[in-house]
């Protein structure tokens, strides 16, 4: 419904004011549904901010002009005046479907695949310790996972505070993100100050970096390459599923009848993942995601080991060596040096 829905609107345009944080000015903006997203662009064609469909609220239900936000962050908000009643509608209606489409309290909707709870708890006691687990991890939906990646960020900024934003950093994020897709899903990318150790991805696909990658480098590839690294590390085990495993097999249990997890568990989930960070991922699975995304492993590599020594392997090996035809540019200079100022450094 929700992608029938979106095709309907994705040609939609209107103007609307923007702003980055709840001390910025606001700016006028053309918004425009796209694929999953809305795009905000200034008048200058250049690309503010993207929001996920799937995580956008409103800030004033009922009332015009329309005041919207991303979930969980209502210092960045978009204005829709009264007359742009179309897009307000679209916006409503795909709110609307996505809405329906999410599980309901004792009762996760997971493609017709579970009967009853019931039929969950039986063969939950029949399968073997980790079958329970791997059932979630197939069926559990990408707005569900957006939701749990968006209530850890909540918990895991009690530590790293909240994200760094300063004018521009958010178009530059967004450029840095369409450079460095996933192969699978989406993602967001979010400057933290402390906590978080380098990169680390969460179910739905945000990831959170560490400032020092932007701000103690004099290149993107550095940031860049952690930023693959936590790529891989999702794509050999599910963020999911890590999550599942941690908290038992209860909370998987929990999980396919309701739809739910408890606070508690995504608590002490967040604080394990900043008490035990993730390692960096094989040599050769690397040299295989600078290859596949086009980045340049040499810079990355002496990041981790200013000596080369322990990780002679990714400098003798980087695909875009001295000699070969270099990579498409990770940023412009000026999105680079304003991603370098994100945190106000």
């Not at 992608?3 to 345009?13: D, F, G, I, P, V």
């Not at 608590?267 to 290859?291: D, I, N, T, V, W």
């Not at 981790?304 to 001295?322: K, M, S, Y």
Request: glycine fraction near 8%; charge should be neutral; charged fraction near 25%.
């Amino acid at each position: 419904m929700a992608k029938t829905a979106l095709s309907k609107y994705q040609r939609l345009e209107a103007a609307g004011l923007w702003r980055a944080d709840a001390e910025a000015q606001r700016i006028d903006v053309i918004v425009s549904v796209g694929e999953a997203t809305l795009t905000m662009t200034d008048m200058r064609e250049r690309v503010q901010a993207h929001w996920s469909i799937a995580a956008i609220a409103r800030a004033n239900p009922g009332q015009r002009p329309a005041i919207y936000h991303p979930d969980g962050d209502p210092g960045e908000t978009l204005e829709l005046p009264e007359d742009e009643t179309d897009m307000i509608a679209a916006i409503e209606t795909l709110r609307n479907a996505i809405a329906r489409q999410r599980p309901r309290p004792g009762r996760l909707r997971l493609y017709g695949v579970l009967a009853s709870v019931a039929a969950v708890i039986l063969l939950a006691l029949l399968w073997l310790p980790g079958a329970a687990r791997d059932h979630a991890l197939r069926v559990v939906p990408a707005v569900k996972r957006a939701e749990i990646g968006q209530t850890l960020v909540t918990h895991l900024q009690r530590a790293t505070g909240p994200a760094c934003r300063a004018p521009g950093s958010n178009a530059a994020l967004a450029a840095l993100a369409r450079r460095l897709p996933p192969r699978q899903g989406g993602t967001r990318f979010m400057v933290v100050r402390n906590g978080v150790a380098e990169t680390l991805r969460l179910p739905g696909g945000t990831v959170m970096i560490n400032a020092d990658l932007v701000e103690d480098h004099d290149e993107p590839d550095v940031v860049a390459g952690h930023i693959i690294a936590a790529y891989l590390r999702a794509e050999a085990r599910d963020p999911l599923d890590r999550l599942l495993a941690d908290a038992g097999p209860m909370a998987s249990l929990r999980l396919l009848a309701t739809g739910q997890l408890t606070e508690e568990t995504l608590r002490a989930h967040a604080e394990r993942l900043l008490k035990f960070p993730p390692e960096a991922p094989p040599e050769a699975a690397m040299l295989e995601g600078f290859a596949h995304w086009q980045v340049r492993a040499k810079p990355y590599a002496y990041a981790r080991d200013i000596t080369g020594e322990t990780v002679l392997g990714l400098i003798e090996a980087d695909p875009f060596a001295r000699g070969a035809e270099p990579p498409p540019p990770l940023l412009s200079d000026g999105d680079w040096l304003r991603l370098q100022g994100i945190c106000g450094g």
